[in-house]
Nanobody
Framework: QVQLVESGGGLVQAGDSLRLSCAAS????????MGWFRQAPGKEREFVAA????????YYRASVKGRFTISRDNAKNTVYLQMSSLKPEDTTVYYC?????????????????WGQGTQVIVSS
């Protein structure tokens, strides 16, 4: 069982940066692939980024590649999403998720545990 708590959301201006954190409690954090997703009201949850168990492999959706960076600190049971050059279209609720797997996956249905989400608002 893994419990996830996101933090770091807020209101920023276009072009600003923001770092989201996701703290995990429970055992064996390093056994989980970690992902970040986002979901706007009335829309499906969409993949943002994911990172392998050791952190040596990452994967991003095209629209955030080069602007967002996912990383993890297994000693601190935490995964991060560094967001730069933020755009108004990045405005939504961001969720972290954990999947007990050996491969990175962008499909939200395969993730086993989810946080409650943190709101990011980017003003133009």
């Amino acid at each position: 069982q893994v419990q996830l708590v996101e933090s770091g959301g807020g209101l920023v201006q276009a072009g600003d940066s923001l770092r989201l954190s996701c703290a995990a409690s429970g055992r064996a954090f390093s056994s989980y692939v970690m992902g970040w997703f986002r979901q706007a009201p009335g829309k499906e949850r969409e993949f943002v980024a994911a990172i392998s168990r050791t952190g040596d492999s990452t994967y991003y959706r095209a629209s955030v590649k080069g602007r967002f960076t996912i990383s993890r600190d297994n000693a601190k049971n935490t995964v991060y999403l560094q967001m730069s050059s933020l755009k108004p279209e990045d405005t939504t609720v961001y969720y972290c998720a954990a999947e007990r797997s050996v491969v990175i996956d962008s499909n939200p249905r395969v993730y086993d545990y989810w946080g409650q989400g943190t709101q990011v608002i980017v003003s133009s």
